[in-house]
């Protein structure tokens, strides 16, 4: 009995111990993961040098899982964002008993996607964690979005109509999520209901959203191919208004779009035409960028030749 009552004391001391080891270890983790914080905007290496140390220490801490992911991300490795959310996810229904985390899903499936289209896993591969954020959370507008570009890659059309007309449902003020599904719905010669969805995104819009560009663009090449070239000029004006403020580096062919509309008015408009083709000319067609815009390069030189001032 004697010898019992030993062991058992033994054996108390040692979960004791071990306890208390494992606490140590949280608590030197938390402030591992803390240092890493402070890091974060400064040095991102040193960052996750932190957080990786601390999930070492603590294994089980899903949040410092996800302060890593979401470092890796900052740096764009995608294969490491979701092995990380892997871990996070695993950690999280182990705590929880359940799934609670949507976004660490979304992040999974957006990480599976940016590898998707550098060939580096399947695209269908996406589809599993970013259709578990939104079962998490309904209203999970992103996802939905993300799972159409899945989709569509993934050559499902009705799929992604679906999810993005889901998206927009969830979150319409979201401007991001019209062109894309008005730009399907114009591949598949549904052009009424592409107008639809783009007019409809337009009463969401505010002055400076980005996304305006698209939207503009695309309901101008709908009013262009009805033949209402008033129209399809006023939609060009307002793209190349809504990409302004950074002089429309993200979207040069602003000008090539507006410069055709304008030849194309009856009676034309030369001056203004002429004025927006070589401004296209100069920063897409005597650099870089000439080989991608190569057809579009030709047709303003033709155009502008055609109304009395070619481009050098």
Not at 42 to 66: C, G, M, V
Not at 108 to 115: D, F, I, P, R
Not at 266 to 290: D, H, I, M, Y
Request: with cysteine; aromatic share 8%.
């Amino acid at each position: 009995m004697i010898k019992a009552a030993k062991c058992g004391l033994v054996a108390a001391a040692v979960l004791s111990l071990s306890a208390s080891a494992c606490s140590r270890n949280a608590i030197e983790a938390v402030n591992l993961a803390n240092e890493g914080d402070k890091a974060r905007d400064t040095n991102i290496d040193e960052a996750i040098s932190k957080y990786d140390q601390a999930t070492k220490l603590d294994p089980d801490n899903h949040r410092i899982l996800w302060k890593l992911a979401r470092a890796y991300k900052k740096k764009e490795q995608w294969d490491k964002v979701a092995a990380t959310c892997t871990k996070a996810e695993l950690a999280d229904e182990k705590m929880n008993k359940k799934k609670t985390f949507a976004e660490y899903y979304f992040l999974h499936g957006y990480a599976l996607e940016q590898q998707a289209a550098k060939g580096g896993v399947a695209w269908t591969e996406a589809k599993g964690p970013l259709q578990t954020a939104f079962q998490i959370d309904p209203n999970y507008a992103q996802a939905y979005f993300e799972l159409a570009e899945v989709m569509l890659h993934s050559d499902d059309e009705q799929g992604a109509i679906q999810n993005y007309t889901k998206a927009i449902e969830v979150k319409p003020d979201e401007l991001q999520f019209y062109a894309p599904l008005a730009d399907l719905y114009m591949r598949l010669n549904f052009n009424k209901e592409a107008e639809g969805v783009l007019r409809e995104g337009l009463t969401y819009g505010k002055e400076g959203d980005k996304h305006l560009f698209g939207i503009h663009a695309l309901l101008g090449n709908l009013l262009e191919m009805k033949n209402d070239m008033p129209g399809a000029i006023v939609e060009y004006e307002a793209a190349k208004k809504a990409c302004a403020a950074d002089q429309c580096n993200d979207h040069k062919e602003a000008y090539f779009l507006l410069g055709t509309a304008y030849a194309a008015a009856s009676p034309p408009r030369k001056n203004e035409a002429v004025q927006e083709l070589q401004r296209f000319w100069k920063v897409t067609c005597k650099g870089a960028l000439a080989q991608r815009y190569e057809a579009q390069c030709s047709q303003a030189r033709e155009i502008s030749t055609r109304l009395g001032t070619p481009l050098q």
